[in-house]
T-cell receptor, first 115, second 118 residues
Framework: AQTVTQSQPEMSVQEAETVTLSCTYDTSESDYYLFWYKQPPSRQMILVIRQEAYKQQNATENRFSVNFQKAAKSFSLKISDSQLGDAAMYFC????????????FGSGTQLTVLP | DTGVSQNPRHKITKRGQNVTFRCDPISEHNRLYWYRQTLGQGPEFLTY????????KSRLLSDRFSAERPKGSFSTLEIQRTEQGDSAMYLCASSLASVAGDRTDTQYFGPGTRLTVL
């Protein structure tokens, strides 16, 4: 079974600075999908960014980008120019291709943004 | 596009009672998922529907849990004879099977139903 590990339970960053959240996963598959979700205190899970494993190029969405290292099975999230609204729990998630549609989540990283 | 909605948002019940939650997915989405999330943890998969067919069930989904999606639109999750260990946030998500140029089948989540079993 696939597992997703987020080794940083808590992180903090100064407003306007850059922070990187780490995620590693274990899989024997060659094609799969990776996601970062954000869950603010209101608890609605929001998609931040997604990556298809077969694509070499790292995904980017405005201030959010990933560093996808397929051989190392690493999928880190970089947040640039951090804003107070970025404060949330961030979850890394993995999905297999084909029939298994469920997401496997990591345990999350609580990000605090300091003014 | 109003997003995924869930009702009720909060439910407090006594041990042994039955509870039912409802999820309304994004209107054109044909896939619907239920997850359970306990405090400080990531969501755990419970079950998944494609249209009205329930295609996958987790081992977490004991016999006391049942889910339906009768017309391939909204879904209900019922827990019978609730136990204190059932206290959690129950999240619903939906996705569209095929989007041109996108194979990720991205899931979009609702706000969740928080269940407290006394």
């Amino acid at each position: 079974a696939q597992t997703v590990t987020q080794s940083q339970p808590e992180m903090s960053v100064q407003e306007a600075e850059t922070v990187t959240l780490s995620c590693t996963y274990d899989t024997s598959e060659s094609d799969y999908y990776l996601f970062w979700y954000k869950q603010p205190p209101s608890r609605q899970m929001i998609l931040v960014i997604r990556q298809e494993a077969y694509k070499q190029q790292n995904a980017t969405e405005n201030r959010f980008s990933v560093n996808f290292q397929k051989a190392a099975k690493s999928f880190s999230l970089k947040i640039s120019d951090s804003q107070l609204g970025d404060a949330a729990m961030y979850f890394c998630a993995y999905r297999s291709p084909g029939g298994a549609r469920q997401l496997t989540f990591g345990s999350g990283t609580q990000l605090t943004v300091l003014p | 596009d109003t997003g995924v909605s869930q009702n009720p948002r909060h439910k407090i019940t006594k041990r042994g009672q039955n509870v039912t939650f409802r999820c309304d997915p994004i209107s054109e989405h044909n896939r619907l998922y239920w997850y359970r999330q306990t405090l400080g943890q990531g969501p755990e998969f419970l079950t998944y529907f494609q249209n009205e067919a329930q295609l996958e069930k987790s081992r977490l989904l004991s016999d006391r849990f049942s889910a339906e999606r009768p017309k391939g639109s909204f879904s209900t999750l019922e827990i019978q004879r609730t136990e204190q260990g059932d206290s959690a946030m129950y999240l619903c998500a939906s996705s569209l099977a095929s989007v041109a140029g996108d194979r990720t089948d991205t899931q979009y989540f609702g706000p969740g139903t928080r269940l407290t079993v006394l």
